[in-house]
């Protein structure tokens, strides 16, 4: 093996890298939580309208059931309330998110993803209903839990700093979870019930993520084989129309054909002379 086949002499695709599903995420989420403090507090600024985007993308589960207005589902997850929340989701997606979607690609990690953000907004959005209609949910946190659930399985000791002290990630991940067990247990949050959600699907998901992948390989390879076996009988079909065509050519003559039938073996005379 020579020098130039050395894995540190290849080139790397970093713009690749950045527009990861992870990365347009980070961006997007970084982009809206802009465009909504300078609608609320410049271009709208003391206007009723200032609070409008906000009111319009949360999560609240009385708009959905009751005004079936889904797209909550979607928009509360680009929106984060503070710049400290917004900070520390996208330091965590930083730091865990792109590891994992390097680790596991694109489709298993976008399912981790979307999977804990579904579970945790359908969560909240039931138990919400039944227990604080009005209650308000925004930002990422669901999908957060779920791939700081699916991280800790994959490296548990990995160090992180919490509070200027070393911790585990197992551990820290732990913490989160007790906490949202004793909100959930102490005042009813449903916010942290959607959490427990996220964090439920993670794990059952990330052990069964292989089992998942084979399905999908599999999905795609009968897919395949549909696709080859439909374009055989098309091939066999128009070969059999050919014959025909031909076989009347011999019969009565090139005049005896139809507009169509001229035509197909035009088009069948294109194509044997581009090969």
């Known amino acids: 093996m020579g020098y130039d086949d050395r894995e540190y002499f290849q080139p790397t695709d970093s713009l690749r890298k950045r527009w990861t599903l992870n990365w347009i995420f980070i961006y997007a989420s970084v982009a809206v939580f802009v465009a909504a403090m300078l609608w609320q507090y410049v271009i709208f600024r003391g206007s009723t309208l200032s609070i409008a985007l906000l009111d319009w993308s949360v999560l609240k589960p009385v708009n959905v059931i009751e005004g079936f207005q889904e797209w909550r589902l979607l928009t509360h997850l680009f929106l984060d309330i503070s710049p400290l929340s917004l900070l520390f989701n996208m ?132 897919a395949e084989i549909r696709a080859d076996r439909k374009e055989r009988e098309h091939v066999m079909e128009r070969e059999a129309e050919i014959d025909e065509i031909l076989k009347k050519i011999s019969v009565s003559g090139i005049n005896s054909l139809t507009e169509r039938e001229r035509r197909v073996l035009e088009v069948e005379s294109e194509k044997k002379r581009s090969r």
């Open 91 to 222: 330091l965590a997606l930083y730091w865990f998110g792109n590891d994992l979607e390097e680790l596991v690609g694109t489709r298993s990690y976008a399912l981790l993803f979307a999977g804990g953000a579904l579970v945790s907004a359908l969560t909240f959005v039931g138990l919400g209903y039944l227990i604080w209609p009005g209650s308000m949910f925004t930002g990422p946190s669901g999908a957060l839990i779920a791939v700081m659930v699916a991280a800790a399985i994959t490296w548990p000791d990995r160090q992180v700093i919490c509070l200027f002290f070393p911790v585990k990630l197992k551990y820290l991940v732990l913490i989160w979870i007790g906490l949202d067990v004793y909100t959930s247990i102490t005042v009813l949050g449903v916010a942290s019930l959607g959490h427990l959600a996220g964090a439920v699907w993670a794990f059952g998901y990330w052990k069964l993520k292989d089992r998942v992948a084979d399905r999908l390989e599999t999905m795609d390879n009968r």
